[in-house]
T-cell receptor, first 115, second 113 residues
Framework: ETGVTQTPRHLVMGMTNKKSLKCEQHLGHNAMYWYKQSAKKPLELMFVYNFKEQTENNSVPSRFSPECPNSSHLFLHLHTLQPEDSALYLC??????????????FGPGTRLTVT | AQSVTQLGSHVSVSEGALVLLRCNYSSSVPPYLFWYVQYPNQGLQLLLKYTSAATLVKGINGFEAEFKKSETSFHLTKPSAHMSDAAEYFCAVSTDSSYKLIFGSGTRLLVRP
């Protein structure tokens, strides 16, 4: 595997379910990100981790719970979601957070549908 | 704070025609600028980035962009559109004081045969 991978690619869940999204980067990076991409809205940064430590929570509802056990893996735990949470969830990684010039590498995303 | 404005949510060109996608930024400190492309059902792929080394930046797939400080612009161009260029394109800005990438709302490029 190369780059940034995400599983599953598609997920349909009911509002009472609990599920998790997984992201893995094979680039040796130290910063990882979760974004939400909804139709007709700009990309929304949700969470940022640097060297496994959370550095940003962009006012995300508590029904989204991130976990970063090491610099290569990032999870997004989901529970009691709402239909408006249906979106494409993108994971990204970058070398680290010290310079704005470090580009972010994105995974293919998980298409989430909440019924 | 930084911001990005992409003029035109949809741009349509004929195959072989010039592609011009507009991006204007706002930043109180020297910016880093990026163009990303997103094909259907995929994540974002970096096309090119400006990091102050050269104002004309060449990227993948024949795309290039020119940083114009006086116009606060970073427009993306390609001399001749190909059908495979049909996708959504995002301009983004970051700085050394804020590592966060601030994205524009995107421009969907349609290529007519």
């Amino acid at each position: 595997e190369t780059g940034v991978t995400q599983t599953p690619r598609h997920l349909v869940m009911g509002m009472t379910n609990k599920k998790s999204l997984k992201c893995e980067q094979h680039l040796g990076h130290n910063a990882m990100y979760w974004y939400k991409q909804s139709a007709k809205k700009p990309l929304e940064l949700m969470f940022v981790y640097n060297f496994k430590e959370q550095t940003e929570n962009n006012s995300v509802p508590s029904r989204f719970s991130p976990e970063c056990p090491n610099s290569s893996h990032l999870f997004l735990h989901l529970h009691t979601l709402q239909p408006e949470d249906s979106a494409l969830y993108l994971c990204a990684s970058s070398q680290e957070l010290t310079r704005g010039s470090y580009e972010q590498y994105f995974g293919p995303g998980t298409r989430l549908t909440v019924t | 704070a930084q911001s990005v404005t992409q003029l035109g949510s949809h741009v349509s060109v004929s195959e072989g025609a010039l592609v011009l996608l507009r991006c204007n930024y706002s930043s109180s400190v020297p910016p880093y600028l990026f163009w990303y492309v997103q094909y259907p059902n995929q994540g974002l792929q970096l096309l090119l980035k400006y990091t102050s080394a050269a104002t004309l930046v060449k990227g993948i797939n024949g795309f290039e962009a020119e940083f114009k400080k006086s116009e606060t612009s970073f427009h993306l161009t390609k001399p001749s559109a190909h059908m495979s260029d049909a996708a959504e394109y995002f301009c983004a800005v970051s700085t050394d004081s804020s590592y966060k990438l601030i994205f524009g709302s995107g421009t969907r490029l349609l290529v007519r045969p």
